[in-house]
């Protein structure tokens, strides 16, 4: 499928039928009675990470006045999709500076992220909750141009909201899986209204526009643009800073390991299998990224209890001579992908569905997963139809893979140089988009002109 350069008329949002305000109405009880829920979550959820507790008026749309009127106003959730994101975002300020705009999130990672890669070119507050009169605040006082939601991220009143104020709103590196696209479809008329408030969306690839049409999107209002994932780059600083952890860790003659974004019961199937490959290679080292640093204490316990040594990032860079290396710290992973020679990547040996290769595939890194891959069953395809990526089931077969890597630099290499190729022939997403919402930009700001002065 294919995207006219040219922007494309808004449909007008489906009329109310019967089953719609059935539906709305359902919506709005489960609303109310969640709304004392939304705040005990907030105050439970920041005993662990108190940045939770912080900025709560914002999830309300009570908003600091350095929020600006008027902005195109992405909503990227977490940090996942804020770093997918911002390339594109940095390519339309720069392309539009008398424009401003807004990135909103719903976790304090994603907030984090934001800052700092997109630092004082953008504005940034929390995304008000769901709640209609939140919502209403929110486009009240903010007033976007221009609406772009990032994946799957799709809110009954949030977009109805749009569609009343004739504000364009676009799903741009949409995906959607099956299990998702079936929980939509549960919904019924709530879903095609939403989709019917969509000006476009841009999804990542044919499997998941085939599921949007199966839920009702029209056909015109889709196309296939590609995953901006496969646009990410090395930071400029990677090979030094790599090379420096190599040294500071005397490396140089270990073979390494990592399994990176793992959850709770995968990281002891990952040392157990990291016994296994000890029995046969003693000086392999394991370096363990669990998804959520806050897990560190969790963690670091269940190392000590499979006999161990270990060290963590967070109390230096000088970790030499260790068996394990827990990396307690946020934005590492990259790098650390730098120093291994194969990845598992987690969320896959437990039902989360699986974490982005990409990552690691853009360190020539071969790949390895176990069978829950719900989250991204196109790219691992990708890279396992390619030659880059192996799948594993248990402890034993994934010291097996890992073990006959870390063996044979032939096959690593091999295996390391078909992810990559992977990555570099799926680029070139985040230009397509920029294109698309440049024109949406251009439009609206032709129509405003005369009516808000705008040049």
């Known amino acids: 499928m294919t995207v006219s350069s040219r922007p494309l008329r808004l449909f007008s949002p489906m009329s109310d039928s019967l089953a719609l305000q059935i539906w709305r109405a359902a919506y709005r009880m489960l609303l109310l009675a969640a709304r004392p829920w939304a705040l005990l979550r907030l105050w439970l959820r920041g005993r662990r990470e108190p940045e939770y507790r912080q900025r709560i008026p914002e999830r309300f749309a009570r908003l600091a006045a350095d929020v600006p009127e008027r902005p195109v106003w992405f909503h990227t959730v977490s940090a996942g999709e804020t770093i997918a994101a911002a390339p594109l975002i940095a390519s339309l300020v720069e392309a539009f500076p008398g424009v401003p705009f807004l990135v909103t999130t719903m976790t304090p990672t994603g907030s984090a992220q934001v800052k700092k890669l997109l630092g004082g070119r953008v504005a940034h507050c929390y995304a008000p909750y769901d709640f209609p009169d939140a919502v209403r605040r929110f486009f009240d006082r903010v007033r976007p141009r221009l609406l772009v939601l990032m994946e799957t991220e799709l809110w009954p009143n949030m977009l109805r909201e749009a569609a009343q104020r004739d504000v364009p709103?676009?799903?741009?590196?949409?995906?959607?899986?099956?299990?998702?696209?079936?929980?939509?479809?549960?919904?019924?008329?709530?879903?095609?209204?939403?989709?019917?408030?969509?000006?476009?969306?841009?999804?990542?690839?044919?499997?998941?526009?085939?599921?949007?049409?199966?839920?009702?999107?029209?056909?015109?209002?889709?196309?296939?643009?590609?995953?901006?994932?496969?646009?990410?780059?090395?930071?400029?600083?990677?090979?030094?800073?790599?090379?420096?952890?190599?040294?500071?860790?005397?490396?140089?003659?270990?073979?390494?390991?990592?399994?990176?974004?793992?959850?709770?019961?995968?990281?002891?199937?990952?040392?157990?299998?990291?016994r296994r490959l000890r029995a046969q290679l003693p000086d392999a080292l394991l370096i363990l990224v669990p998804r959520h640093p806050n897990r560190r204490d969790e963690v670091g316990s269940l190392i000590d209890r499979h006999g161990f040594r270990q060290g963590r990032m967070s109390t230096g860079e000088r970790l030499a001579g260790l068996d394990v290396i827990l990396c307690d710290t946020m934005g590492d992973l990259l790098y650390l992908y730098g120093l291994s020679e194969a990845a598992f990547i987690g969320g896959s040996l437990v039902p989360v569905g699986g974490h982005n290769p990409i990552e690691a595939a853009i360190c020539a890194q071969p790949l390895v997963m176990g069978a829950s891959v719900f989250n991204f069953p196109d790219v691992v395809a990708m890279f396992e139809d390619a030659g880059g990526l192996c799948r594993v089931d248990d402890a034993e077969a994934l010291a097996s893979v890992i073990a006959a890597y870390l063996e044979d630099p032939a096959l690593r290499r091999k295996a390391g140089d078909a992810a990559a190729r992977v990555v570099h022939e799926n680029a070139g997403a985040t230009a397509r988009l920029s294109g698309l919402l440049s024109a949406e930009i251009r439009a609206g700001l032709a129509a405003s002109v005369g009516t808000e002065g705008l040049q």
Not at 186 to 193: H, V
Not at 211 to 222: N, Y
Not at 232 to 261: C, F, M, Y
Request: proline share 3%; glycine share 8%.
């Open 169 to 274: 709103a676009l799903l741009v590196n949409a995906r959607l899986s099956a299990r998702s696209a079936a929980g939509y479809g549960r919904l019924g008329a709530l879903t095609i209204s939403m989709l019917s408030s969509l000006r476009f969306i841009a999804c990542q690839y044919p499997g998941h526009a085939e599921r949007f049409l199966a839920l009702g999107a029209a056909p015109e209002r889709l196309g296939v643009l590609g995953s901006v994932k496969f646009d990410v780059s090395l930071p400029d600083d990677h090979a030094e800073r790599v090379a420096l952890l190599r040294r500071n860790w005397q490396l140089s003659t270990r073979h390494v390991w990592i399994a990176g974004s793992t959850h709770a019961g995968e990281e002891a199937v990952v040392l157990d299998a990291h």
